[in-house]
């Protein structure tokens, strides 16, 4: 069985070797980058299962960094450390793809349980649907090929946002409890987390706003009704 390829960016030296002997010493194969400037090189060339990014970095921020890998691969889990705590920069991050965000001082079973989740979320599949694609109002949603199409135009979603919206399809113009999206799709329903689910639930409110005859409908205190008025 392969390892497990972790590219992960951190330019304090002391703690990045720490990090890095611990979790090849459980079985991952780590590439480390002290420099922004040099990572997009090393993500291309060892393409990565997983990316573990520092906010702060020489030359290059992690928020950069990600903006730069998502234009890459929509699908490779990412994941922040950093020392900020404002609300507004792990909104950032999740807006710019994160699927996760720590924050420093970490704990290494956090950290590698944490990649364990993300991993693990990537692999996991909803119900199987017998389809190749759905017809969702006036757009037809390509399963394999992650693509929502309309009048000749075509969008291409991310992994987790094609899954929120398979989710959403199958229980259709029922209510859903938020916590149940978040432990399907996300793995567990933690507050940065369900930070993330409001950002991809507005992402694909934008995608699906061309028809009117769909909505996801925000139940307060409760979750999300995707509406489908056949």
Aim: aromatic share 10%.
């Amino acid at each position: 069985m392969s390892r497990i390829k972790v590219l992960y960016v951190e330019d304090e030296l002391f703690l990045g070797k720490i990090v890095k002997e611990t979790l090849e010493s459980r079985g991952f194969d780590v590439s480390m980058e002290t420099d922004g400037a040099l990572v997009m090189d090393l993500f291309v060339e060892e393409q990565p299962d997983i990316c573990i990014l520092d906010v702060m970095l020489p030359n290059r921020s992690g928020f950069e960094l990600a903006e730069d890998i998502r234009k890459i691969n929509d699908d490779v889990p990412v994941i922040f450390l950093t020392a900020k705590t404002q609300t507004e920069d792990v909104v950032k991050g999740f807006r710019l793809g994160a699927n996760d965000y720590i924050r420093k001082p970490f704990s290494m079973e956090e950290l590698i349980v944490r990649i364990e989740n993300a991993l693990r979320v990537k692999k996991e599949i909803l119900p199987a649907l017998n389809v190749e694609t759905l017809s969702i109002g006036k757009y037809q949603f390509s399963l394999n090929r992650q693509i929502l199409a309309s009048d000749g135009q075509e969008k291409k979603l991310s992994f987790r946002e094609s899954e929120l919206l398979k989710f959403l399809w199958l229980h259709k113009n029922d209510i859903i409890d938020r916590r149940d999206i978040l432990n399907e799709i996300w793995g567990n329903d933690s507050f940065f987390n369900s930070r993330n689910l409001d950002v991809y639930v507005t992402k694909l409110r934008s995608y699906l706003r061309e028809d009117p005859a769909l909505e996801i409908l925000t139940i307060k205190g409760v979750g999300y009704r995707f509406v489908v008025d056949k």
